[in-house]
Every structure is written in C-alpha cells, then in structure tokens.
C-alpha cells in the first residue's frame, strides 16, 4: 500500500474480481453451466450477457471462464475499448491474438487448410515484421466471404479437438467488423464445440445500431439468447457483507438492506460504497472483528459517478496525472507507452502505478514481453475522462498522438488507428495534417480487410478535416472515399463523391484520372441497375483513356461495357466492344487481360450462342489465365464451360469443369466460388438422376448461400432444390423451397433491375409447382410470365433451360394445342442457337402431339422415341422418363398396348429408382389404363437402376463391341453410345469396360436374352 493515509482493508475488497465471492446468481451461474456442457458435447451457442455497468457481467463470465478452464475448455477472452471502435476485427483479434500466437506455423496452415494468409489479413500482428500484404483484387463481396468464412470454419476445426469459449467484452464499443464476425460466427457454431458469450451495457439498445442489429438478428435467427443481468438481491448483499468482513448476519442486517436500498442492488455501487467508508473510517477493524454497521446517517455517495469521485480524490498528483493520461488513452496501456506520454522518471512512474494500483485503479498482468495496465473497471475510465474538461481532453488526446509517434518510429503506420483517433481529437488545427494522414491510413487497412463502415468512417473524417484546414482534398481521397461508399451499397453518396473528384482531375488537366473515375461511376450505375446511365460513362471513360493514351485502361472500360451492353440485351453490340477490348489486349500483348477478354467472350456466347464461339472462348481464357496465374478468371471459365456441357449434353465435359472448378475454389479459399459451382453440380445430378446426392449437395450449398447472404444465389438453388423435392413426391417440402425463392426474388428492390437470375429462377419453381399439383392452366399462366421476363432481358438461356420444357409438358397434358405449337417454335429456334438439347427434345415431344392431333399418329411416336433417346443420352434420364409417358400416350393410340406398356415399365423402373414417387403414381395409373398389372414400387438398385437402352449397351460392351459397333447395332452415334456408356459408369460405379463387363456377368444380366 502505497498512501500512509489508506486504513485497513479487508483482503477480498482490494483483491481482483475472480477471488471476490460471487453472489446472488445461482440461476445465471446453472444457465452459463449447462451451455457450457452443451458446447463440450457439440452443441455450440451464443449468449448476450446483458445488464447496466457494474451490474456483474464481466464477474459472472469471469466465473464461467474459470469453469471452463477446469473443463478443458480453450478460453479466449477480447474486449472492447473505446478507442477501438473503429479498429476492424479488434474484439476478435484481442480474444485470439494471444492464443493464434501459441500455434506452431505448420498446425495453423493445417487448420486453416492453408488459407493463413486470409486469418493474417484479419490480424496482421500475427504476422509481425512482414508488414501490410496487399489484399488479393476481384469481387469484395466474394473476398470479404473468403475472410469470414475461413476464419469460422478455422474455429471449428480448431475447437473439434479441444472445445472453446470465446468471451466477448463490452460490446457496445465493438467495430462493426467484430460485429459483423460475431454474426457470421454465431450462425455457424451450432454443431461446434464452441460457446460464445458476448457483453454489453445497453440492453435497450440506446447506443449503436451495429450491436442492436446484430443481437436481435442473432436471436430472431435462433441463433443466440439473451441472459440479463439483473440487480442483486438484499440476501446477496447480506451474503457478501458475511463474506468479505466475515460479519455476521443479524449484525450486519439493517445495514445490508439500507445499501442495497441506495445502491439499487449494483454491486459496483455497492463495492464502491463500501470501499468509501473503509476509506473513511466509518468502517472499521475493531477487536471484534468489523464494527461500524449501525451508523444510523451513513454518509454515502448518492451516485456511482460520486463514489468513484471520493475514491479517487485522495490520489497523489502523479497518479491522478497517470489516471488521466490512462482514461484518455482509452484502452489498456503497456508500461512504456505511459513511460512516453507521462514523461515521468522511472521511479515516479512506478511509484504512481503502484499508488493506482493500491487503490485498484489499475490492474496489471503480462502480456507477451509487455507489462500491461488496465483499469480495474470500465466506469473509473469513463468517470475520469468525463471530468477532464474540453481543454484538457484535447490536449492529452494531442499529447498521446505525438508520443506515442514518436515511440513507435518507424512502425508508426501500423498503429494507424490509433494515432488517427488520437490526432483527430488533438488540436485540430495544428495537428490536422497529421489527423488526415493516420486517419487515410486507418481507412487504407480497414478497406483492405473489407471492413468497409470503419473505411468509411476514418475517410469521411478525413475527408472533413482535409476540407477544413486544407482548403480542400485531393481527388485520390475522395475517389478512395467515393470507392468505399460504393462498396457499402450506398450508390448516390458514391456518386457525388466521383463527381466531386472528376472535377477536381478536369481542373488539373489529369485525363488518365478522368478516365478511372467515368470508369468507377459507371461501375456504380452498374451495380444500382442503372445500365444507360453506366453505358454513358464508360463511354467518357473510353474516350479519356484514349486521349490519355492509355490502352490497358481503354481495354477494361470496353470490357466493362461490354457487360452493361448485355445487360440490356444487346448482344450484338456488347460483342462488338468485347472484340475492340480483344485486338487492345493482343496489341500490348497482357496475358492476364486477355484472359479477361477471353472470359467475357465465353460469358457472351454462353448466354447467347454459337455453342462453339463459347467452348473455343472458354479454352483460350483457361489457358491465358492459367499462364498469368488469374485463378479467379480461370475459375469463372471453367464454371462456364460447365454450364455449357451441360446444356449441349456432355456429361463428361460436366465433369471435367466442375471438378477444376471446386479445385479452384479450394485453392482460393472461397467459399462462394464453391456455391457457385454447386449450383451447376446440382443441375447435373438432377439430370443423371442421382437425387440422392442433388438433394444433398443442394441442402449444402442453401445453408452456404444463406450465410453469405447471396441474394441472386439462394433463389436460385432454392428453386433447384425445390424441383427434386416436388420430383421426390415430397411437394411440401418442394413447396417451402419455391415460396422461399418467391419472396427472395420478387421482395428485393435493390435487385429490380438485375433480377432475371433469379426472377426467371423463381418462375420456374413455382410453375413447377402448378405442374406437379396437375393444376396445368396455373402452370401456362406463371410458366409465360417467367418467358416474357427472360425474353425481355435477352438471357434465352434461362427461358430454355427448365422453363419452357415445364410449360410445354403443362400445355401437353392439357392438350393446348396452339401453346404447344408455338412453344416447339420458339424452343427449337433458340435451342438451336444455343445448341440446347433438352430444348430441343421437347420440342420434338411437343410436335409428337401436334402430328397426334393431325392424325400422322407414327411421326408421333417416333418423334416421341427420338425425344427420349435425346434426352437419355444428355443425360436427362428424368425428363426422358417423363417423355416416355407421353410416347406411351401415343402407342396406346395407334393400338400398340404392347409398346404402350413396355415404355411405361421403363418409366416405371426410372421413376422408382430416382424415388419420384409423384411420376411413379402416374405411371401406375397408366398402366392401369391399359389393363397391365403395375410393378412393384420398391426402388430399384445397381444394375437394375439401369434404363432399358442402357441395358442394352452394357450386354453390348460385355460382348466386347466398340462404340461404333454399338452404335450402329443400336442405331445411334457412335458419340452417342459413349455418352450412354460414361453415364452407365458413374451410375454403377465402374471405371473400365472390363470391370463392367465382369459385373454384368455377376449379376446374370448375359444368361437373358435381350
Ligand atoms: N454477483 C456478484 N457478487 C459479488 N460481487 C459482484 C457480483 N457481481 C459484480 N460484483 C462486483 O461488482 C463490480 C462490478 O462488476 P462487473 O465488473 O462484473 O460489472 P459489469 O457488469 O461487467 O460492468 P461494466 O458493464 O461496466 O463492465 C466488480 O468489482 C465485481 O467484483
Ligand atoms: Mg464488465
């Protein structure tokens, strides 16, 4: 002790909080122990401990956290600090600094699957020494979803072998980015073994809307609950008199009950009171142990502000110095960093310190090789800079800056934040340039790790002090700011600031900048769905780069307006520009930029057609994207060949892109490229008819799409999902999808303008939906809607793919005959273009039925038959299903029962092994009609899920013909055999024709004659 005039204190009242008895909260204390047992179990969950200051929040947790200790539990204990409030990701980067620090390089790269590089973007003092990386270029929603998904899967890798807690601190002064993190985390760690619990001050959400935001987000989801903190209770009081002055109840009585009256049962209140009258005498150590509890005028704070004030008025000028110098710091504080601002002799400091700390101010602890001091109580830091005054407020902030600048030297910038919320407090005038200098730093890194509200923040502060004291602010700052903004969806803010910042450049005579900013402006009219108002701009933008004499620049300007042209539908035009961007690139020889030129031909032609123009697109951007090392380009290439395999009915192909495409996706750690790739995989597997594996993949990739909140995404899987439910039999479940989809596609504003993706999507699904329930007029009427808007967008693929085909199938079983005409027209012609086979082979379903009804019933049965062995051959083993009901419709007309009922025990066998329990009644119902006694409707497996013409080629292959061979046999292509056979193999799980024909020999399938 270092005051002669402090008295006698009981041990516990000078002791830290995790010896200080805990009372009063029996309830929370079984509540916080069975979520810990939860966790340990696998069972991850968040909790928000909430309550006013004092109340015992970070007592309770303390008492949690020991717990788990005991458990085994990791413990990871961040807080917040007000300082840090605009610092990205320093709540997390607190909890886990220390415990990341611990793990060998190598176990880290393990956890992380390699992806260390992304947890060092969020924590760079992990990586100390090397200095800032730079952020890797492309889509920021896409990376800033790499971020946040690494981290949280690296936290249950990390927590699968020991279980984890991860305690949270004053949340009302986190950076949104922690905010943003802790949402990201809590919806992930319910299968975890991770326990998070969270703290803040302000249940009623007074303070920021980020906490308010994320909480009840967290808890409307499920995701989290809510544990208040109430005041304790006058038994509690009596409790912890008895326990800290070892006082006996009955003597202790009277006063318990007048202290809890005043103190309203805070225990910070209550604990502070009683350390002033300790501090006063009122108290005292007597013979008999404590005495004092009968003073009848207890003279006794009346608010927590005043009792923290009488303790604090004994201090030494040193320490009261100290103090202040510590409140306005704002955070903890190392013994060197108060060395530097104090500019206190060393032993003046220590004595100082070891004052506060006696009168437990200040605690201390080791951190690293630092000493760290903090103080015991977020409300004695609050309580001292309160009353520090408008002049001396600004000038310790000054103060602070400038030491602390001067004791970082040379890696001043990596304190960035800091500095900048130091310097802007600061005098302003004299330290403005400064303030704008840290502040641009701070905003520089926060846009880097896609914390892009704290980038905001720190530039517009900038920004409004450059404005102040510079007599303006360049244009490089605002168009940072104008870039920000963007990012943050905030459109119109963005383009005043680019306006701001072209003018600045025109004044300059800087044409390249001009040419950058039309090129960003246009960008944002881009992405708010302005597509004329982007055409507009990038045209500026190529002109000024032209002038300029830049062609790089020139090239991507084209490339982006070749978008903004195809948006609108103007395909032709968009080639066009694409084709300019193509001759700039091959004149200045930029591989990486070739690649993008590549790839934006491949997105063209896919959309559009030829099919050719696309694939020799597609391979030219692989391969220059490959030698430039342009994995994200590589990737996007790759998905699109997949997309395009698909609809041209090369199964192998699908295979081939979609495997280079999740390779890629792993290498570059994202978690949406994955989801994107999904989405193709699902459509493939629904095809083939492994709906087992669609299902499971389309389960994965909604909860992927849901937590990163991908908006054009979600629909459309949702809707892909919904189609293999409803073909399942299971409607509501398909039903549940579709309505999803609906409200997700058509609720959104911000998408009125992009929205075919997942607008058409959503069409589909639910006339899918009228489909299935039979009710086919409903299914024309939502089928024509979704056609006309993809027919306005230019987009054809999507009315072809999935929609049309429904709607053609609804007006076939309604016999609409008109409908039906006209839809084998369009679907042929665009088909056609595109190379579209299912198009293509249900227009030929569709005209079976017109020459049906003309009376040429045998051109309808054979189109029927080409239609099916069409589609087989893709492979839409469903849809071919479905056609062959139809073929029997018409069988059944010319008088073939015999082939009538053959076709439908194909269907039969089909539908049972897909588990289409819908299609499968239907069947039965047919043959019923034709007098045939239904199979059984067990689902079949192996072999005997094979279609008949599969069949047919696997006795073929046993009997060791070629593809020619069989094909010819079979009268189909050669081409055609082999896509049948690559299907046979992945269906059966064969890897050679040996394996296969050895297998058709077990299972007898060589003794029956065909
Ligand atoms: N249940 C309790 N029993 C005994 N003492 C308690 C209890 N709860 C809190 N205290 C004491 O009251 C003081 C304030 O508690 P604590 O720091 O946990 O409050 P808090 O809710 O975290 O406040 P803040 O929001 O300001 O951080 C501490 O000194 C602590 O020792
Ligand atoms: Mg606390």
């Known amino acids: 002790m270092s005051t002669s005039s402090r008295r006698a204190r009981p041990a516990a009242v000078t002791t830290t909080l995790s010896v200080t008895p805990l009372v009063g909260r029996a309830a929370e204390q079984s509540t916080l122990s069975a979520a810990l047992a939860d966790a340990d179990a696998g069972r991850g969950r968040t909790l928000f401990v909430v309550g006013e200051s004092g109340i015992g929040k970070t007592h309770l947790v303390s008492a949690v956290a020991e717990q788990a200790s005991h458990r085994g539990f990791t413990v990871a204990v961040g807080r917040a600090y007000p300082v840090e409030s605009g610092v990205p990701y320093s709540v997390f980067s607190d909890a886990l600094l220390p415990l990341l620090r611990t793990v060998e390089p190598s176990v880290l790269t393990l956890l992380t699957r390699g992806g260390t590089a992304e947890l060092m973007q969020l924590f760079p ?22 971020l946040l998904w690494n981290f949280s899967q690296f936290l249950s890798r990390f927590a699968a072998k020991r279980p984890m807690l991860i305690v949270l601190e004053n949340l009302q002064w986190a950076d949104s980015a922690s905010l943003e993190m802790l949402h990201f985390v809590a919806r992930q760690v319910s299968n975890d073994r991770i ?6 001050n302000d249940p009623d959400h007074r303070g920021g809307a980020g906490l308010r935001n994320t909480e009840q987000s967290l808890r409307g989801l499920g995701n989290a609950q809510r544990l208040r903190l109430g005041p304790l209770p006058v038994t509690a009081v009596t409790e912890l008199l008895a326990r800290t002055f070892d006082a006996d109840a009955n003597r202790t009585h009277n006063f318990a009950e007048r202290l809890h009256r005043w103190t309203a049962g805070n225990p910070f209140f209550i604990d502070e009171t009683i350390k002033a009258l300790v501090e006063q005498g009122q108290l005292r150590q007597g013979p008999g142990g404590w005495a004092g509890w009968d003073v009848e005028d207890l003279r006794v704070p009346s608010t927590i502000r005043e009792a923290v004030l009488v303790r604090l008025a004994d201090l030494s000028t040193d320490a009261r110095r100290l103090a202040d110098i510590a409140a306005a710091m704002g955070t903890r504080a190392t013994h060197d960093q108060l060395a530097a601002v104090s500019g206190l002799e060393r032993d003046a400091l220590i004595t100082a310190i070891d ?26 830091q609050e309580t001292l800079y309160s009353e520090l005054g408008l002049a001396r407020t600004r000038t310790l902030h000054g103060t602070i800056a400038e030491s602390l600048e001067r004791l970082y030297g040379a890696r001043a910038i990596e304190h960035a934040g800091e500095l900048a919320f130091h310097y802007a407090r600061g005098d302003t005038r004299r330290l403005a340039s400064k303030a704008v200098e840290y502040l641009r730093a701070a905003g520089r890194d926060a846009s880097a790790k896609y914390a892009n509200r704290e980038a905001g923040d720190y530039l517009t502060a900038a920004l409004s002090i450059a404005e102040q004291n510079e007599g303006g602010a360049g244009a490089e700052l605002i168009a940072e700011l104008a870039r920000v903004r963007q990012r943050l969806g905030d459109y119109p803010g963005a383009s005043e600031l680019w306006q701001s910042a072209l003018d600045t450049a025109r004044e300059a005579g800087d044409v390249r900048r001009v040419a950058t900013i039309e090129r960003s402006i246009g960008l944002a009219r881009y992405w708010s769905g302005d597509f004329a108002e982007a055409l507009t701009h990038y045209d500026r933008a190529t002109e000024a780069a032209r002038e300029a004499g830049d062609r790089l620049l020139e090239a991507r300007v084209l490339i982006a307006k070749a978008s903004g042209l195809q948006a609108v539908g103007k395909s032709e035009e968009s080639r066009h520009e694409v084709e300019r961007a193509l001759e700039i690139a091959s004149e200045i020889g930029d591989d990486a930029l070739l690649a993008r030129v590549h790839r934006s031909l491949l997105l063209l032609y896919l959309w559009a057609g030829p099919a050719e123009k696309a694939i020799e697109s597609g391979r030219m951007a692989i391969s220059l994207a490959e030698s430039s090392g342009q994995r994200s380009v590589a990737w996007s290439a790759h998905w699109g060949l997949a997309v395009l395999a698909g609809l041209t009915g090369k199964a192998e192909e699908v295979r081939r892109h979609l495997h280079e495409a999740h390779r890629l996706a792993d290498e570059l750690h994202s978690p949406l490229f994955h989801a994107w790739t999904s989405e193709i995989e699902i459509e493939y597997l629904a095809g083939i008819g492994d709906w087992d594996q669609g299902v499971a993949v389309a ?26 439910y409803f073909g399942r039999g299971d409607v509501e479940g398909g039903k549940a999808c579709v309505d999803e989809a609906w409200e997700l596609a058509s609720n959104d504003p911000s998408m009125a303008n992009r929205d075919v993706f997942s607008t058409v999507p959503a069409h589909t699904g639910k006339a899918a939906y009228h489909l299935t329930m039979g009710h086919y007029a409903d299914a024309i009427r939502v089928g024509e809607h979704g056609l006309k808007i993809a027919e306005r967008s230019g987009y054809v693929v999507w009315a072809i793919h999935r929609l049309m085909p429904i709607v053609a199938e609804a007006s076939l079983w309604a016999n609409d005959l008109k409908r039906v005409m006209s839809l084998s027209k369009r679907m042929r012609r665009e088909s056609t273009a595109l190379n579209q086979l299912l198009g293509l082979a249900w227009a030929d379903a569709c005209d079976a039925l017109v020459e049906m009804l003309h009376g040429d019933k045998q051109k309808a049965v054979s189109l029927l038959q080409g239609a099916v062995e069409a589609l087989e051959a893709i492979p839409y083993v469903p849809d071919a299903a479905r056609v062959r009901r139809q073929l029997a419709r018409a069988l059944a007309e010319t008088g073939d029962r015999e082939g009538a009922t053959r076709e439908l025990r194909r269907a039969h066998e089909v539908f049972a092994h897909l588990g289409a329990e819908r299609e499968l009644d239907g069947t039965r119902e047919q043959l019923r009609e034709l007098g045939a006694r239904p199979p059984t409707r067990s689902v079949t497996q192996g072999i005997a899920g094979l279609t008949g013409r599969e069949l047919e080629i696997v006795r073929l292959v046993a009997a060791r013909r070629s593809n020619k061979e069989i094909g010819s046999a079979l009268g189909i292509s050669a081409r055609t055999a082999s896509t049948h056979l690559s299907n046979i193999f992945s269906k059966l799980g064969v890897e050679s024709r040996g394996e296969l024909a050895d297998l058709a020999r077990e299972a007898g399938l060589l003794d029956v004659s065909p």
């Open 195 to 200: 326990l998070v619990i969270g703290t803040h």
């Open 125 to 146: 003092a992990l990586d100390a020494g090397r200095g800032p990386a730079s952020p890797p270029r492309g889509d920021p929603t896409e990376l800033k979803a790499r």
């Open 699 to 724: 389960e994965r990739t909604i909860a992927m799409a849901r937590t990163l909140g991908q908006r054009t995404l979600l629909p459309r899987v949702l809707v892909w999902a919904g189609l293999l």
């Open 355 to 380: 004052e506060l700390r006696g009168a437990d101010v200040l605690t201390e602890r080791e951190d690293a090789r630092d000493i760290v001091y903090d103080f015991s109580h977020p409300l004695l």
